[in-house]
């Protein structure tokens, strides 16, 4: 597929690998928490009002998209083991990352997608956000904010058809990946994991397979359909 990509999160694990690989054949655009001296590199803080700017930059349409990022840990955060650990200030944090900054970015974006031709755009989600497969409990923020962050890609995917109709919108799981993210989990060695770059690879592998008919999908990096 040629053209220019969009990587939204281009500084995080999954999203700088994304980048890094993807420069390697095609102008990259960048969004992302952190600056950068490159003329395709966008700071952004993921507010609505940041990312509208962002998008009123851009000089391209987009073959090819990548949202990327999210939140599990941090500030004194860690994913709830029980129903008594949830707090409001946790659950809203996570929506917020996890939920609202990709809804916006898909929304902010959503112009720049080609539609001359075949276009893909992937949603890094999570399979922990499975509302069918959850049959272990507790990650309540994480799990909810993610399963709302799907039912966000399942309702554009359905309006985009309409007007969009070679674009491939899906929700995708990238596997356990060694990232910051991650990190916590990983060192108790019950997580098989795979480096940022394995995981980049395996993402475009599975998008460069989808078409049009699988928009609206969930599908995790060996490119099986997910329940939702």
């Known amino acids: 597929m040629k053209g220019?990509?969009?990587?939204?999160?281009?500084?995080?694990?999954?999203?700088?690998?994304?980048?890094?690989?993807?420069?390697?054949?095609?102008?990259?655009?960048?969004?992302?928490?952190?600056?950068?001296?490159?003329?395709?590199?966008?700071?952004?803080?993921?507010?609505?009002?940041?990312?509208?700017?962002?998008?009123?930059?851009?000089?391209?349409?987009?073959?090819?998209?990548?949202?990327?990022?999210?939140?599990?840990h941090g500030d004194g955060i860690m994913p709830e083991k029980r129903l008594d650990d949830l707090s409001s200030s946790a659950l809203e944090t996570a929506f917020r990352k996890n939920t609202i900054a990709p809804a916006m970015a898909l929304k902010s974006f959503r112009p720049y997608f080609d539609q001359s031709q075949p276009a893909r755009c992937a949603v890094l989600s999570a399979k922990i956000g499975s509302i069918g497969d959850n049959r272990s409990g507790g990650w309540f923020s994480y799990r909810s904010s993610k399963a709302a962050l799907n039912m966000i890609v399942k309702s554009a995917a359905i309006e985009l058809k309409r007007t969009h109709k070679e674009l491939c919108l899906v929700a995708m799981h990238p596997g356990t990946t060694q990232s910051n993210l991650s990190d916590p989990f990983l060192k108790r060695g019950t997580h098989p994991s795979v480096s940022a770059e394995v995981t980049a690879q395996r993402i475009v592998d599975v998008v460069s397979g989808l078409g049009p008919e699988n928009s609206g999908g969930f599908f995790d990096w060996q490119g099986d359909t997910l329940e939702w």
């Open 4 to 72: 220019p990509a969009l990587v939204v999160g281009a500084s995080g694990g999954v999203g700088g690998a994304l980048y890094n690989l993807l420069s390697k054949e095609r102008r990259v655009i960048a969004v992302s928490s952190q600056a950068r001296a490159r003329s395709d590199w966008f700071e952004t803080d993921y507010s609505e009002a940041s990312l509208n700017e962002i998008a009123g930059h851009l000089d391209s349409r987009f073959p090819l998209t990548f949202i990327c990022g999210g939140f599990l």
